[in-house]
């Protein structure tokens, strides 16, 4: 008996650059897409756990049907929630990206018909683990989008785009097992895409 999740999802991984010349799309795998609890188990137990990646590497566990790219449709007017777990020698990050990819595959990141997530991922660097869940909206009204509309065209009233992307923030801090004092951040991806990093400045942070 397979028991079925509410979405499909993919798994994705973003190979590590040998240098120069590499480019983004390149470098970024679809790896397999499932549907059921037992398929996800399988899958978990036999790939490489998140402490066993090269530096560089990502993995992105996104809705089948998005891309884990900013350029995506579903995730142009987006942003994400990160955090960066700098002591990486003093976390657990195969723990924390199995509670994060659970919250994704379980919908316990946002209650059902939000609809905001659209993946979560988790970046090897040198100095920092980095989490994040993706969202489709900034939570609120997009300027020059053309259809006048609140956080993604559902017909939302404005604050409550607002509301629903601060209580996946909260839910996320939760499953990072943060102290109160740390601070997790949420960012827009055409901030991201225009200063070349994900080091854009936050705009909400829990
Ligand atoms: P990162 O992995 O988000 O952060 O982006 P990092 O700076 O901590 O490694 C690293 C680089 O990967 C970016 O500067 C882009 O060149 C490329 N990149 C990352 N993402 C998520 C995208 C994307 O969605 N689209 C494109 N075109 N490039 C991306």
């Known amino acids: 008996v397979k028991h079925p999740l ?5 798994l994705w991984f973003t190979k590590p650059s040998t240098g120069k010349g590499d480019n983004w799309n390149d470098l970024l795998k679809e790896v397999i897409t499932f549907n059921s609890v037992e398929e996800f188990w399988g899958i978990y137990n036999n790939i490489a756990g998140v402490s066993d990646l090269a530096l560089k590497s990502d993995y992105h566990l996104f809705k089948e049907g998005v891309r884990p790219e ?7 007017h987006g942003g994400k929630w990160s955090y960066s777990f700098k002591e990486k020698r003093n976390v657990d990050i195969n723990e924390i990206w199995l509670h994060t990819m659970l919250g994704a595959v379980g919908e316990t990141l946002e209650d059902e018909e939000d609809g905001e997530v659209m993946g979560v991922v988790v970046n090897v660097r040198k100095a920092f683990f980095r989490v994040g869940v993706w969202t489709r909206t900034i939570g609120k ?3 020059g989008r053309g259809d006048g509309d609140v ?6 009233p404005p604050a409550k785009g607002q509301e629903i992307l601060m209580n996946i923030g909260h839910r996320f801090k939760e499953i990072l097992q943060l102290p109160p004092n740390e601070v997790v ?8 895409a ?3 990093s994900t080091r854009a400045k936050a705009k909400y942070t829990v």
Request: glycine content about 16%; overall charge neutral.
């Open 185 to 192: 951040e949420f960012s827009g991806h055409t901030d991201s």
């Open 194 to 196: 225009h200063s070349g």
């Open 6 to 10: 509410q979405s499909k999802w993919t």
């Open 141 to 143: 009204a997009i300027p």
């Open 70 to 76: 900013w350029e995506d449709p579903q995730n142009k």
């Open 151 to 156: 956080a993604g065209g559902k017909g939302r």
